[in-house]
């Protein structure tokens, strides 16, 4: 059964703990990215990578670390410095080549006290 | 940033209607894509157009492209109450190896 997971669906963490969030494809992709959702709002890019041990910052990278030291893996930590860490996070994995056509996980929703 | 705008920022038509949303975006592209998001869930991919293509059919959807405005809508005819979601534009900008995705249309479909 291909496709991309998060784990878990729900997250409930206190103020001032650093949570990691877990992404894996088997789809052989070499992209993967990691997205943040507001109510009603669009996706804003938090970090993106496209070869292992590499990764880039996306729009909103302050407050959030990633990893990327497999082909199928790249969790998300969400640390204490992330002022407002409640929200909707997507991930996603896409091919290098031609359309960059995402696959998107169900979503890991993260809710902070 | 945001590379991509919908426009409305909501719809609510009746079943059987057709449903059509539009996105503009800022810089030069290579292609635009637009995707589906049910209430809570990921994102799916519905279809893909690219810079030099000015329509393309999908099923019961429709997508333009207009390089000139920058603009592109998409088109649902005969909606159904599964049709429900919010969708969404995105574009990879010419040089850059990510998508930016708008805000996204909020589409009911009333029964």
């Known amino acids: 059964d291909g496709g991309i997971t998060q784990s878990p669906k729900y997250l409930f963490r206190k103020e001032g703990q650093n949570v990691t969030l877990s992404c894996e494809q088997n789809?052989?992709?070499?992209?993967m990215y990691w997205y943040r959702q507001d109510p009603g709002q669009g996706l804003r890019l938090i970090y993106y990578s496209q070869i292992v041990n590499d990764f880039q910052k996306g729009d909103i990278a302050e407050g959030y670390s990633v990893s990327r030291e497999k082909k199928e893996s790249f969790p998300l930590t969400v640390t204490s410095a992330q002022k407002n860490p409640t929200a909707f996070y997507l991930c996603?994995?896409?091919?290098?080549?031609?359309?960059?056509?995402?696959?998107f996980g169900p979503g890991t929703r993260l809710t902070v006290t | 940033s945001q590379q991509g705008e919908e426009d409305p920022q909501a719809l609510s038509i009746q079943e059987g209607e057709n449903a059509t949303m539009n996105c503009s975006y800022k810089?030069?592209?290579?292609?635009l894509q637009w995707y589906r998001q049910n209430s809570g869930r990921g994102l799916v991919h519905l279809i893909l157009?690219?810079?030099?293509?000015r329509e393309k059919h999908s099923g019961r959807l429709r997508v333009t492209l207009d390089t000139s405005k920058k603009s592109s809508s998409l088109l649902i005819t005969a909606s159904r109450a599964a049709d429900t979601a919010s969708y969404f534009c995105a574009t990879d900008a010419k040089g850059a190896q990510k998508l930016v995705f708008g805000q996204g249309t909020r589409l009911t479909i009333n029964p």
């Open positions: 157009i690219r810079s030099n293509e």
């Open positions: 789809l052989n992709h070499d992209a």
């Open positions: 810089t030069s592209i290579n292609n």
């Open positions: 996603a994995s896409s091919t290098m080549t031609g359309s960059y056509e995402q696959y």
